[in-house]
């Protein structure tokens, strides 16, 4: 099956926010109805209603355009309950005219989201399948990303993440029903491929790999109301959740600072604070004070710290950069990686100047997982760029340029390479 419905969806980001969410929660409320067995034939009628839509709203998008894909996708459930009963078996529910209609309606009603996308995601952790595997699964069924876009989230090659997804629908189609959440011994296993999946989500919408739409806020908002929906069930209520709750809520809150009128993303130091939404820093710190609750301190804890700070901070000057290098310490021998490493050297950069930080990202050049990676170089240039090196910098900012991931990124390396000449 392929991502079309996704990749070729109309131009707009609130129409594309639109279909990533309706797939993820008609996948999972359809995969509910007729079990994990069906997950294809689920996924084949979600894909089919939204290339409806798609083509049906080339000229003009509907008034109620959730409305009308919900629609499509009941009629096309409807057509395929009804003509493959003999070839895929179904529950009982579903064998009779008088009780299939009020079964679809029902599995797709708002108010049976919640369950049905709690039930999906811990369903897809199965103890049989590795963690990168869940997170994979988590991504594309539940959210919508293409195998690209999971692919540049992991930073490996589009051949994994299709082979992952492979085995793991293989897998999950010999499994029955979805899983009651208050049911599973291995809960809090499963609870943290989900929340990494949900990490990933946030920073796919945050991040903007994707060339067309490269910041993406309803899917930063879905992670944040999937991991508040964890908490909302006493099951999956944990301190972590808050801590990645926390997370979110202070990344989220200065979205609409990071590009500029000209869709070009604007660096942290330029960003107006004065338009970071308050609110939501508010309810980052609620979630961060919940968080406290726990006996174990997790990376959440430490990348909502580092996220706090930034939020509070009334400029970059004024932020608290030891604070943040004491908490990315703990982090990097928590949960070393690559892009911790990266953000920790630039950290070092603001608290002990430009050549510390420089040594430390100079150190880190050899490795493949970030050698592919602009905002790298692009923090390299920065570094030799404070230190006075303008030769080096201008070509550092131009490695950037050659691997930026849309215009938004490239413009921006481009407009920091000009204030060079």
């Known amino acids: 099956m392929g991502d079309r419905a996704l990749t070729e969806a109309p131009a707009t980001g609130l129409i594309e926010d639109l279909f990533r969410r309706e797939f993820g929660r008609l996948v999972s409320a359809l995969t509910r109805l007729l079990g994990l067995k069906?997950?294809?034939?689920?996924?084949?009628?979600?894909?089919?209603?939204?290339?409806?839509?798609?083509?049906?709203w080339r000229f003009e998008v509907p008034r109620d355009p959730k409305a009308w894909i919900l629609r499509v996708a009941k009629n096309r459930a409807l057509d395929v309950i009804r003509r493959d009963r003999r070839l895929a078996p179904l529950p009982p529910l579903l064998e009779s005219e008088w009780t299939v209609a009020g079964a679809v309606d029902s599995v797709l009603a708002e108010s049976e989201t919640a369950s049905s996308q709690l039930a999906m995601m811990f369903s897809i952790c199965d103890e049989a399948l590795s963690e990168d595997t869940h997170v994979t699964l988590i991504l594309r069924l539940?959210?919508?990303?293409?195998s690209g876009e999971i692919a540049r989230a992991f930073l490996v090659?589009?051949?994994?993440?299709?082979?992952?997804?492979?085995?793991?629908?293989?897998?999950?189609?010999?499994?029955?029903?979805?899983?009651?959440?208050?049911?599973i011994a291995d809960r809090d296993v499963r609870l943290r491929s989900v929340m990494q999946a949900l990490y990933l989500l946030f920073n796919e919408g945050?991040?903007?790999?994707?060339?067309?739409?490269?910041?993406?806020?309803?899917?930063?908002?879905?992670?944040?109301?999937?991991?508040?929906?964890?908490?909302?069930?006493?099951?999956?209520?944990?301190?972590?959740?808050?801590?990645?709750?926390?997370?979110?809520?202070?990344?989220?809150?200065?979205?609409?600072?990071?590009?500029?009128?000209?869709?070009v993303f604007v660096p942290l130091v330029d960003q107006d604070?004065?338009?970071?939404?308050?609110?939501?820093?508010?309810?980052g710190v609620v979630?961060?004070?919940?968080?406290?609750?726990?006996?174990?301190?997790?990376?959440?804890?430490?990348e909502a710290g580092i996220a706090c700070e930034h939020a509070i901070a009334s400029s970059v000057k004024e932020t608290n950069w030891e604070r943040i290098v004491d908490l990315y310490d703990a982090l990097l021998n928590l949960a070393p990686g690559p892009v911790v490493a990266l953000n920790r050297a630039i950290a070092i950069g603001e608290l002990r100047g430009p050549s510390a930080g420089r040594d430390l990202l100079r150190a880190m050049a050899e490795d493949q997982r970030i050698s592919q990676y602009p905002f790298y170089w692009a923090a390299m240039a920065d570094l030799e760029k404070r230190a006075g090196n303008r030769a080096e910098a201008c070509g550092l900012y131009e490695r950037a340029m050659s691997l930026a991931r849309s215009r938004a990124e490239r413009v921006s390396y481009e407009r920091r390479l000009q204030q060079l000449h």
Do not use: Y
């Open 38 to 56: 069906n997950l294809t034939l689920a996924e084949d009628v979600v894909q089919d209603a939204l290339i409806t839509a798609m083509q049906a």
């Open 142 to 146: 539940l959210c919508g990303l293409s």
């Open 157 to 183: 090659e589009t051949q994994i993440i299709d082979r992952r997804l492979h085995r793991g629908r293989t897998r999950l189609q010999k499994l029955g029903a979805l899983v009651d959440v208050r049911d």
């Open 206 to 263: 945050f991040h903007g790999s994707n060339r067309e739409n490269p910041l993406l806020p309803g899917m930063s908002a879905d992670a944040l109301r999937l991991a508040e929906l964890l908490l909302e069930s006493l099951s999956t209520r944990r301190a972590e959740v808050h801590a990645l709750a926390a997370l979110f809520c202070f990344h989220a809150s200065r979205l609409e600072t990071r590009l500029d009128a000209d869709g």
């Open 273 to 283: 604070r004065s338009l970071w939404d308050r609110s939501l820093i508010h309810r």
């Open 287 to 302: 979630h961060l004070s919940a968080a406290s609750s726990g006996t174990e301190l997790t990376r959440w804890h430490l």
